[in-house]
């Protein structure tokens, strides 16, 4: 079966302190791995992806994430939260041989406290 | 900002409506997937079309249903809406190639009441 799970719907930081948001995959093949973020009542957009070239991924807004195969993880961290930061995001899954068709978990709700 | 726009961005229908939801993909891109997401959940996979023919459904009835155009806009129909219908519509566009990204658009927020 197809799936993506997110641990922790909502998680707190303080401002500076580390972002670490959780992402578990399950794939019978290798997967296409994506973090979108979505602020209020906007579409998503892509912060990083993983396309099987290095593991360790970097994205946009100092954004980064790391593929374990042996965890089946793809957790998204980010070294020093900004207040700017909070928001929706989600982690994603790619299946076959299009990127357009994608697999989403349940979201974790990023709060950033000054 | 990308260059997928969607139409309109608010909706109120009634139950048992139809509705039809626009979407402009971006340029260069022959691909358009729907995605439907419920308040606080994340986004769930109606349909893709590729090249005017559709490529794949998620776990939707048939009350859904799309079309893609020659420039490589789509729609989005729902007939007989219901109550669980009320969600963000995203689309997103791609070129359906390997190691690029789907873009998305702003979402239409439809409320069935």
């Known amino acids: 079966a197809q799936s993506v799970t997110q641990l922790g719907s909502h998680v707190s930081v303080s401002e500076g302190a580390l972002v670490l948001l959780r992402c578990n995959y399950s794939?019978?093949?290798?997967?296409?791995l994506f973090w979108y973020v979505q602020y209020p009542n906007q579409g998503l957009q892509l912060l990083l992806k993983?396309?099987?070239?290095?593991?360790l991924v970097k994205g946009i807004n100092g954004f980064e994430a790391e593929f374990k195969k042996s965890e089946t993880s793809f957790h998204l961290t980010k070294p020093s939260a900004h207040m700017s930061d909070a928001a929706e995001y989600f982690c994603?899954?790619?299946?076959?041989?299009?990127?357009?068709?994608?697999?989403f978990g349940r979201g974790t709700q990023l709060t950033v406290w000054p | 900002e990308t260059g997928v726009t969607q139409s309109p961005t608010h909706l109120i229908k009634t139950r048992g409506q139809q509705v039809t939801l626009r979407c402009s993909s971006q340029?260069?891109?022959?691909?358009v997937s729907w995605y439907q997401q419920a308040l606080g959940q994340g986004p769930q996979f109606i349909f893709q079309?590729?090249?005017?023919?559709?490529?794949g459904r998620g776990n939707f009835p048939p009350r859904f249903s799309g079309l893609q155009f020659p420039n490589y806009s789509s729609e989005l129909n729902v007939n007989a809406l219901e109550l669980d219908d009320s969600a963000l519509y995203l689309c997103?566009?791609?070129?359906?190639?390997?190691?690029?990204?789907?873009?998305f658009g702003q979402g239409t927020r439809l409320t069935v009441v």
């Open positions: 997103a566009s791609s070129t359906g190639q390997m190691n690029t990204e789907a873009f």
């Open positions: 794939s019978s093949v290798p997967p296409y």
């Open positions: 993983y396309t099987s070239a290095a593991t």
């Open positions: 994603a899954k790619a299946e076959g041989s299009t990127l357009g068709r994608l697999y």
């Open positions: 340029s260069g891109h022959n691909t």
């Open positions: 079309y590729y090249r005017e023919e559709e490529n």
